[in-house]
């Protein structure tokens, strides 16, 4: 085995051994440092802030909150949390309101056009229950009802300027971020072990 063939050797041992790689990719996506606290342990500290700041609707424990946050910013729909988290959609989506998750078809169009909404929004600041808005306005209540959790999580998040929400972005990106550096400093390595080195190796 020459020089250079064992050099290749070393270098694929001592990646595929690697326990920094597979944490990485493997536990929780780490932060963009390495040194700080781990991905589920921050958004956790946000997610306890937050519930100290408002008052929850739904009692769900630390861990499935966060596994919310994690899977909202994949895409997931009410439905997919409320299957992961072993939830009604109703219970995901008052979830999600605690959160601040609010999305931009929330409440769904077909129930709430944008007039109604803006109506809503008018008629919840002078108080008015969901039970009168909705005889007021010809809506169903249960439509009425989920329209006011989006208003009110949207005004939570307006007096903390949207804080708890950028927290949850920023840490999510960060750990995107780390596995992205991570696998592509790996990969520069190979590749940098490989050049020149002969195409049929013999370990």
């Not at 959609?89 to 601040?100: G, I, K, V």
């Amino acid at each position: 085995m020459d020089n250079k063939t064992e050099e290749l050797r070393d270098i694929f041992l001592d990646v595929a051994d690697e326990k920094t790689v597979t944490e990485s990719q493997e536990d929780a996506r780490g932060s963009l440092t390495g040194a700080d606290r781990p991905v589920d342990e921050r958004l956790r500290s946000v997610v306890a802030e937050l519930r100290e700041k408002f008052p929850f609707d739904t009692e769900l424990p630390d861990e499935e909150y966060c596994e919310l946050v994690r899977l909202f910013y994949d895409g997931a729909d009410d439905a997919a949390l409320a299957a992961a988290l072993s939830c009604s959609p109703e219970q995901a989506f008052r979830a999600r309101m605690d959160l601040h998750l609010v999305r931009d078809d929330d409440p769904p169009c077909e129930a709430v056009s944008p007039s109604d909404l803006e109506a809503i929004r008018d008629r919840l600041a002078a108080d008015e229950s969901p039970a009168a808005i909705a005889d007021a306005l010809g809506i169903d209540e249960a439509a009425v009802d989920r329209a006011s959790a989006v208003v009110a999580a949207e005004n939570r998040s307006r007096r903390v300027s949207h804080r708890f929400r950028t927290s949850f972005e920023e840490i999510l990106t960060d750990a995107d971020l780390t596995v992205q550096l991570t696998g592509g400093a790996h990969e520069d390595g190979l590749e940098e072990a490989t050049e020149g080195a002969e195409v049929d190796v013999e370990f």
